[in-house]
């Protein structure tokens, strides 16, 4: 998969796409990151690519001239098929169901907004699927973007060693992760659940199966709920 990121700041990728599962992931070639310095499709010769609102207000607004301009250039080269998100505070939620969604996509196209965000006619005429990673505010897409990219990329196959990784991990299937353990097996006099060093997997699978649902209930109940509305989001798009 390529994914090509369309930001004011790529300095701010390096640390992020250079580590990790990330960096593992671009060198195995299940994915090729590509960030795009918006600025190079200015018009303007000190390369802005912002201005003051109409009607008057606080801040900054991209504008749409030079996000068409680098989307156009973008889909000339490879990326007719890449699906658009468009990072804002005003999108849908993203969550694991959205990632494993996109991760099924042949390659994706990020829109990182900054200032007060992008002008309108970005959404109206290139159609991205707006998304947000919670109800708070950040300075700008670069920090969602990095979560989707994180998030989306452990989900393609090859990247991580197992299978039963993604499988089991929480949210993939609308509830929290169990309880996990290690060595030694009693830490401070805590000691690891018997049944975990039973040796009998079958009741190691139903602990964990119980664990799961019950930590679910208690702290997230509005999961199942949450997994069911995302895919009927995505699929109307």
């Not at 300095?11 to 590509?34: D, H, P, T, W, Y």
């Not at 303007?44 to 680098?70: C, L, N, S, T």
């Not at 989707?148 to 299937?173: A, I, Y």
């Amino acid at each position: 998969m390529i994914i090509d990121v369309v930001t004011l700041f790529p300095s701010m990728f390096s640390g992020v796409v250079g580590e990790s599962i990330l960096k593992r992931a671009q060198e195995g070639g299940q994915v090729k990151i590509n960030l795009v310095n918006l600025r190079d499709f200015s018009q303007d010769k000190h390369r802005k690519v912002d201005a003051p609102p109409y009607g008057g207000g606080p801040g900054m607004v991209i504008m749409a001239e030079p996000v068409f301009d680098a989307v156009e250039d973008l889909r000339k080269n490879g990326r007719e098929e890449s699906f658009l998100v468009l990072l804002t505070p005003g999108g849908v939620r993203f969550d694991q169901t959205l990632a494993q969604e996109l991760s099924k996509q042949k390659g994706l196209i990020l829109l990182c907004g900054h200032y007060e965000g992008f002008d309108e006619r970005v959404s109206q005429g290139l159609s991205p699927l707006e998304v947000s990673i919670g109800d708070y505010v950040l300075t700008g897409g670069e920090i969602p973007a990095m979560v989707l990219l994180d998030s989306v990329t452990r989900l393609l196959p090859g990247v991580l060693g197992s299978k039963d990784s993604r499988l089991q991990e929480s949210f993939t299937s609308g509830t929290l992760e169990y309880p996990q353990y290690t060595r030694p097996q009693e830490v401070r006099g805590l000691k690891v659940p018997e049944v975990l060093v039973s040796g009998d997997h079958g009741k190691v699978a139903e602990w964990r199966e119980e664990k799961s649902k019950e930590r679910t209930e208690e702290r997230r109940p509005d999961l199942a709920a949450a997994k069911k509305k995302s895919k009927k989001q995505f699929r109307q798009l």
